[in-house]
């Protein structure tokens, strides 16, 4: 199996503009998950996916952040507009539900940098 | 929000050392595992241990449980310079659902 693939692994933008991240989970994987990670504040959960079902979607850090989960092998992370505090490295994850282990598997992740 | 604050922040040790990284955490779990971060790559699962468990061993690796003190801790045995990495420990709740990381350990590792 490919892994997790995640992409842009780069993106920089400016302030203002639109951003989307994208990620294809292991095939089989039911759970779905987006963190973001910086220097400041670690690694943070933004919303996990059970089925293509948003589950948990609290550590979205406000209304300028959405994802979605169209089907089982693809989801997207969106930022509009865009701002520098956004910057950081956003990482998507998968795993399997039948395992009841919670291990999960990471993508190499997308590093935004907002100009 | 973080569930595990991880101590030392930081750890430079030779070659051939042993590595202890410590993990504590806030409510109950269902298991707690440990994953490695090399520079610029995503994360990589090490080692789990479930909540009845005590100690657990993995090559070189060497975990231990302690629910009572809500800490785990992390030894990495004969260290060697491809060790070098973050190291972060994360807890599942008992619903199974989400795993909430540490703060991490950055470990270096001298030839």
């Known amino acids: 199996d490919a892994g997790v693939i995640q992409s842009p692994r780069h993106e920089v933008t400016e302030m203002g503009q639109e951003v989307t991240l994208r990620c294809k989970p292991i095939s089989g994987h039911d759970y779905l998950f987006w963190y973001r990670q910086t220097m400041m504040r670690g690694l943070e959960l933004l919303i996990y996916f059970n089925n293509n079902v948003p589950i948990d979607d609290s550590g979205m850090p406000e209304d300028r952040f959405s994802a979605k989960m169209p089907n089982a092998s693809f989801s997207t992370l969106k930022i509009q507009p865009s701002e520098p505090r956004d910057s950081a490295v956003y990482f998507c994850a998968s795993r399997s539900g039948q395992r009841h282990t919670g291990e999960l598997f990471f993508g190499e992740g997308s590093r935004l940098t907002v100009l | 929000s973080q569930q595990g604050e991880e101590d030392p922040q930081a750890l430079s040790i030779q070659e051939g050392e042993n590595a202890t990284m410590n993990c504590s955490y806030k409510t109950s779990i269902n298991n707690l595992q440990w994953y490695r971060q090399n520079s610029g790559r995503g994360l990589v699962h090490l080692i789990l241990i479930r909540s009845n468990e005590r100690e657990k061993h993995s090559g070189r690796l060497r975990v231990t449980l302690d629910t009572s003190k809500k800490s785990s801790s992390l030894l990495i045995t004969a260290s060697r310079a491809a060790d070098t990495a973050s190291y972060f420990c994360?807890?599942?709740?008992?619903?199974?659902?989400?795993?909430?990381f540490g703060t991490g350990t950055r470990l270096l590792v001298s030839p």
């Open positions: 994360a807890t599942v709740d008992t619903g199974f659902q989400k795993l909430v």
